[in-house]
Each structure stands twice: as C-alpha cells, then as structure tokens.
C-alpha cells in the first residue's frame, strides 16, 4: 500500500483520481478523530499489503538497499540478512523467524517482487539537476543524480543494519561541515573512509573541507576521486578545478570546469569560472564565448559584465564594452573598476569629456570608501 499526497488533493478538490495513480488517500486522516483513525488502519492493514524502502545506504555507502513487505500478521525485510516477524505475537520484532519460516520468507518474497514488478516506472532520461538543488541533495547525505541506481539485488552490498555506527559517524562529519567546524571534520571523515573506503559523500566533504581550511593540495586526491568514480558530479568538478586553480595548475583546471559546463549548461556560475580559466591560460576566444554564455544566463553577473567590458576594450571595441561596464557601475554603485573602465572606452571613442566625468566618479567614489570591485547587491543595506 502507498499513501499518497496527489490523492487527498483530488478528493479535497471533489476531482475524480485517475485510475492509474497508486496509494491510498490519506486525506481519512485529517477528517477523522484517534478512534476511527486506528481502526482504519487496523482495518487497512488487515486487507493491504504495505512495501517500504530505504536506499540512502546504498546510494551513500554502496551498502544494499533495504525493503520490507507487510502481509497479514508478517513483516519481511529484505535484505542480505534476511527477516521475518510475526508481529501479532512479536510486535517489537525482536525474534527473528526467516530460518524457520523459510516457507512465509519465499512467499513474501515472491509478493514483494511482483509488486515491484507491477509498480515499478518506465526508466526515463535522467534529470538534469541545478548547482542549488545539487547542494541541497549533498547536504542531506545524498550524492545526487548521478550516482549509480539502487540495484534490486541485494546480492552485492554490506547489510545496512550492521552499519548503524558508520552511517553515525558520517551524520557527525555532515552536522560539523554544516557548522562550518571543518578541522573536527576532517579527522571524522577519514575515519569513515578507513572503515568504508567507497563512501563518495565522504571523499566529496573531505575535499570540500580541506578547500575551506585553504589546504588545496590536500583536497585534490579526494575530489579526484569523487569526479572519477562518478564524472557527471558537475559540482565535485568545479570544486576540484578552483583547488587546482589555488594551487596554481590552470591548465589542469580548464577539464574540470568544461566538465561542469558540460553537465550545468544552464549554470552563469560554472560558465564564468570558466571563462576565468580560459582568459588566466591565454584562451582569449573562447572566454568571450563563455562570458557572453554566464550572461545569457544571468544578465545582472557583475564580475561577468565588468570583464568581459574589459575584454572589449583590450580588444578596441569599446563600443560592445560600454553597455556592458555601465551595467556593471548600475549594478553596485560603490565599485570604482567600472567607472575606470568606462574611462578608457570613452577615451579609445574619443570622448574626451566622458572620460574625463568616468575618472572622476572614480575618484569621488573611492573617497568616500568604496572599494574596487564594491559591495554585492545582496550585501548592499537597503534603502529606508
């Protein structure tokens, strides 16, 4: 049995549900007082089958996926150890009966499977998730979209069960990256790795958290790792390529940020920091590319407009650099590189006058306190 959430809807909307959505409404529970709530679910219980499972060991560890069937009085996990509980004389389920109930294991086991067979979705393109969402999944444990599927067999993968402490130990290193306490992360992580050597999330906060403490060489051979084990992590590709940048390896770089480009083609962020790398390795062409890329994506990139301003005016065309540095002044309005950038423009157009306002406001600003690059707008006070 399913509960689902589409269902309630439906019948709070007075809507018809589909005949081909799966679950149980579980807008009963809102309506109806303890009483009736547990005798429905005595009831439903009595007559449905309920499925469950957990893959976070899986997709987290490599450890087996964990699944349980409840039929009738049974409850059967699935799981390398194997589990069976009658919970009318065992509720709490502490004897387990799978080696004397082989029989109920098997039939259960079939149930489970056909269930499976009969629920389980066409396999569809993979979606494609933002830099936001897959930091989100990273701070919740999970590696993301790109990791490998859960396998139906649990043939292959450690019991989950009998790795409580690790998954703990790997909770505390998430909970101190999370504070920020990065140096009391990194011996909790290299523990987990002693232990479980295979664990992608712990070589990617390894990294993450070496970067943090400005140790960038030690935090190359963990996101090596990371970005070659599963090459589609578009962010274990980016954070790789800024630790070869401070190491001063930019060449080296160039691949990994390409590769996060490849995989968050929508992404300004990913496409200006390539486009840094390509202008840092002489790759002039191309960075105007990737710079006019961030920008298509995200028009209001300060740091995009204002180098790419720059670009223009290496270049003599201080005509396409002019929309694009009086954007970036507009932007933050305490920066002094835009309005010194300006001047030069105006001074490659032969606008003597204009240049002469640009240098300036340049100055005026910089008495005031601004700085050369200014405040970022999130950062800005806001008017009163």
Not at 227 to 251: I, S
Not at 307 to 327: N, V
Request: net charge negative.
């Amino acid at each position: 049995m399913l509960l689902t959430k589409s269902c309630p809807g439906l019948r709070a909307a007075h809507l018809p549900v589909p005949d081909a959505m799966q679950g149980q409404s579980l807008l009963r529970f809102a309506t109806s007082d303890k009483t009736e709530i547990s005798a429905q679910q005595s009831d439903s219980g009595s007559q449905h089958p309920i499925y469950s499972e957990s893959g976070y060991g899986h997709l987290s560890f490599g450890w087996s996926v964990l699944k349980a069937w409840r039929a009738g009085n049974y409850l059967y996990v699935d799981a390398p150890e194997r589990e069976l509980y009658d919970q009318s004389a065992d509720p709490l389920a502490t004897h387990n009966l799978a080696l004397e109930g082989k029989a109920v294991v098997e039939t259960a086991a079939a149930q489970m499977a056909e269930f499976r067979r009969k629920t389980a979705a066409e396999s569809t393109e993979k979606t494609r998730l933002s830099a936001e969402q897959t930091e989100s999944l990273h701070a919740l444990g999970y590696m993301g979209s790109d990791s490998a599927p859960a396998n139906d067999s649990n043939a292959d993968g450690a019991d989950p069960k009998q790795k409580i402490a690790i998954a703990n130990l790997l909770y505390d290193a998430m909970v101190y990256t999370e504070n920020e306490r990065f140096q009391e992360a990194v011996p909790v992580l290299e523990e987990v790795l002693k232990q479980e050597p295979h664990t992608l999330m712990a070589y990617l906060l390894l990294g993450r958290a070496y970067v943090s403490l400005k140790e960038y060489q030690n935090a190359i051979a963990p996101l090596q790792h990371v970005v070659e084990t599963t090459p589609d992590n578009a962010l274990a590709h980016y954070e790789l390529g800024c630790a070869l940048v401070k190491t001063g390896r930019w060449n080296e770089a160039a691949p990994q940020f390409e590769a996060a480009v490849s995989e968050m083609n929508s992404s300004a962020m990913m496409h200006f920091y390539l486009a840094l790398v390509y202008q840092q390795t002489s790759r002039n062409d191309e960075a105007l590319v990737e710079f006019k890329d961030a920008l298509h994506w995200d028009p209001k990139n300060f740091p995009a407009n204002l180098l790419l301003g720059r670009m223009y005016i290496k270049q003599q065309k201080a005509a396409d650099a002019l929309p694009l540095l009086q954007k970036a002044a507009t932007l933050r309005p305490d920066a002094i590189d835009p309005h010194r950038l300006l001047a030069d423009a105006y001074t490659q157009l032969g606008r003597e006058e204009d240049a002469s306002r640009e240098r300036s406001e340049a100055e005026r600003i910089q008495t005031n306190g601004g700085s050369r690059l200014g405040t970022p707008a999130e950062d800005q006070p806001e008017d009163k």
